[in-house]
């Protein structure tokens, strides 16, 4: 049975950073691209930044230059140091993979950012 599993959320002030994670497991086979999606409260749920198993690497403009992607699409792992945080980054964070024929979802991380 196929798991993906977000960790490292959680409460920090503006300014702070956090870092997370995203395994998968369960049998997931030919990762194509993993993504960083988010959703604030009472918004779309919105890409964040995604990597290729070739790891190129595309970001959201409202995360340029603050939050860095990097992964292992081999080992189905994926992660995003997220510095500089500010309130309106606060939302749940969900890791997204996607094969050649099927996404798959984690169940998010909330990462909350106090003013």
């Known amino acids: 049975q196929v798991q993906v599993v977000e960790s490292g959320g959680g409460l920090v002030q503006a300014g702070g950073s956090l870092r997370l994670s995203c395994a998968a497991s369960?049998?997931?086979?030919?990762?194509?691209?993993m993504d960083w999606y988010r959703q604030a409260p009472g918004k779309q749920r919105e890409l964040v930044a995604k990597i290729t198993n070739a790891g190129t690497t595309t970001y959201a403009d409202f995360v340029k230059d603050r939050f860095t992607i990097s992964g292992d699409s081999a080992k189905s792992t994926v992660f995003l140091q997220m510095n500089s945080l500010q309130p309106e980054d606060t939302a749940v964070y969900y890791c997204r993979v996607r094969t050649s024929n099927r996404l798959y979802w984690g169940q998010g991380t909330q990462v909350t950012v106090a003013s």
């Open positions: 369960g049998g997931i086979f030919s990762v194509n691209a």
